[in-house]
């Protein structure tokens, strides 16, 4: 069964920076696309950024430019390098695998709250 726990978040002013960490089991990052994504309070879940098994990545137009996903194999842990953060990235940041079959279960997700 694949595990996703999610962990970096925080409480940062605007224009800070968080690196968001997402230890995964059960499933090799390696051989899967990966994704990150964010609900905020009252709104749906929206797709952040992904990457997929051949290192292409995919961003929102409202991170584009300040947000990189990448991997590390060998801790077959997924990141998400937030720069420049702005209020409205404030919301609860959670990590999947976005196979045709649905999404994997759900962590329990990394809050970031941006505000001065």
């Known amino acids: 069964q694949v595990q996703l726990v999610e962990s970096g978040g925080g409480l940062v002013q605007p224009g800070g920076s968080l690196r968001l960490s997402c230890a995964v089991s059960?499933?090799?990052?390696?051989?899967?696309?990966m994704g990150w994504y964010r609900q905020a309070p009252g709104r749906q879940r929206e797709e952040v950024a992904t990457?997929?098994?051949?290192?292409?990545?995919t961003y929102s137009d409202s991170v584009k430019g300040r947000f990189r996903i990448f991997r590390d194999y060998a801790k077959n842990t997924l990141y998400l390098q937030m720069n420049s953060l702005k209020p409205e990235d404030t919301a609860v940041y959670y990590c999947n695998i976005p196979r045709p079959s649905g999404f994997v279960s759900w962590g329990q997700g990394t809050q970031v709250t941006v505000s001065a």
């Open positions: 059960g499933a090799i990052i390696r051989d899967n696309t």
């Open positions: 990457i997929t098994t051949g290192t292409r990545t």
